[in-house]
């Protein structure tokens, strides 16, 4: 663009002054001195919008130092810092749950042999093979002086991990088992017998899909009773009272469920459902006096709320047995449906209940203590019945308390609650979570 330079304008003015007389040359130097400083004040808002690069780099030179300064102080701090160093009681709760999902090849086992049998103690003998192949076998000795041990085989897996097989079989010995009788209205006056099951089978494990599980297996069960040291239940009870007392079926039991589980852990979680459904065909297989082949259907559906990110949960669960019998066949009653122990109706004995058909309901408010801690306020209520059609809701017997659990990420290594029943205060103290 063509830019008039001030001195050239003046110049120009002036003798345009010179050839028109002083009052227009006047009038023509005071519109040159305008254009000048118009002209001034342009170059001083340009020089205000873009400042000397020396003042720039003064204003800037303090924050890069500051930058520097940072820097250097948070790389002296790492050389300095320190892993971070669990604590003793989180050491505690890693080995625990190892021990419980990745077991060494032999390794300490803990949990329960049979119900009534409290706490046990023993060890195990694992060995993988192929990628998936496991063999395991453990025994233990429980504080009421049960025995038992338990064998698997874990074939490798087949089809993307779809199709699992499996061998096992286990032998219990329990020399004190409680029997009160048949029925929800049996006194408290305690008999024991001794049973000593042996079995062994095959099963398979086939899942489709995500969440979804479908299985088979057939067992032989040998079904050994005997008289116990201290109050014998032959002392109360006779084989009407008490059927299968004295004798001894011999079993092949198919077995099928399905099931849709989407729980995190089913050792521990606090979030998802179990929705599971089991049939067993018990089919006696040498003679008795009586006959005591059966059907017998499970139906178990869990369910867990968390609330609060999950620091408070509500969990549930509804759990309903059923037996069928053909002609003159009856359940024996070391095989009936039960409640009472750790596992259930909490606060009563284990198999203070039996009966041909069962009912159960439990609520738990469960929150967090602490990071491996958590306590529970529970509510159970269950009854056994002689007829099916009384498996309603009217008269169920109550139980509720309060307990803690310490677990690790996927299991619970330990749970102890405290339940009130209409028979006193019953004490919990036992390996694994409840559902």
Avoid at 385 to 410: C, M
Wanted: hydrophobic residues 40%; charged residues 20%.
């Amino acid at each position: 663009m063509f830019r008039l330079r001030p001195h050239c304008v003046v110049v120009t003015l002036l003798l345009g002054g010179l050839a028109t007389g002083p009052a227009q040359a006047q009038s023509l130097f005071e519109a040159a001195q305008q254009a000048r400083q118009a002209q001034q004040a342009r170059q001083n808002a340009t020089q205000t919008q873009n400042p000397p690069a020396s003042t720039t780099q003064e204003t800037e030179a303090p924050i890069a130092s500051r930058a520097d300064q940072i820097t250097r102080e948070q790389a002296a701090r790492a050389l300095t810092a320190k892993p971070y160093q669990p604590t003793g009681f989180e050491k505690a709760v890693d080995l625990a749950e190892d021990l419980v999902l990745n077991p060494p090849r032999v390794y300490p086992w803990f949990g329960s042999i049979y119900p009534g049998g409290l706490f046990a103690l023993g060890a195990g003998l694992r060995q993988p093979y192929g990628d998936t192949g496991l063999f395991d076998v453990h025994g233990g000795w429980s504080f009421r002086n049960y025995t038992g041990v338990n064998a698997s085989l874990r074939l490798p897996a087949l089809a993307k991990n779809k199709v699992k097989f499996d061998v096992h079989g286990n032998v219990i010995n329990a020399p004190s088992v409680l029997f009160t009788g048949v029925g929800m209205d049996t006194p408290d006056d305690r008999s024991n017998f001794k049973y000593s099951p042996m079995t062994g089978g095959a099963g398979v494990t086939i899942s489709p899909a995500k969440y979804v599980n479908f299985g088979a297996a057939a067992d032989y069960l040998k079904a050994n009773t005997g008289t116990a040291k201290r109050d014998p239940i032959e002392d109360r009870f006779d084989l009407i009272d008490a059927p299968g007392l004295g004798e001894d079926p011999t079993y092949l039991v198919t077995k099928a469920f399905a099931e849709f589980d989407w729980r995190t852990s089913p050792g521990y979680t606090d979030r998802g459902g179990l929705y599971r459904v089991d049939w067993s065909d018990y089919s006696q297989s040498n003679d008795t006096l009586r006959s005591y082949s059966f059907r017998r259907l499970d139906a178990d559906i869990r369910q867990f709320i968390p609330l609060m990110r999950a620091n408070w949960v509500i969990a549930l669960r509804g759990l309903v047995s059923t037996t069928y019998t053909s002609g003159n066949d009856v359940v024996p009653f070391y095989l009936m449906p039960d409640l009472g122990g750790g596992g259930d109706l909490r606060g009563y004995s284990s198999f203070r209940f039996r009966d041909r058909h069962k009912l159960l309901l439990s609520g738990e408010y469960r929150w967090k203590a602490g990071q491996f801690v958590d306590m529970a306020l529970f509510v159970d209520a269950g009854k056994v019945t002689a007829d099916r059609s009384d498996l309603n809701f009217k008269d169920l017997e109550p139980a509720y308390g309060v307990g803690v659990r310490f677990h690790a990420p996927s299991a619970t290594m330990l749970r102890i609650d405290v339940a009130k029943t209409r028979e006193g205060i019953g004490l919990v103290f036992t390996a694994g979570n409840i559902f």
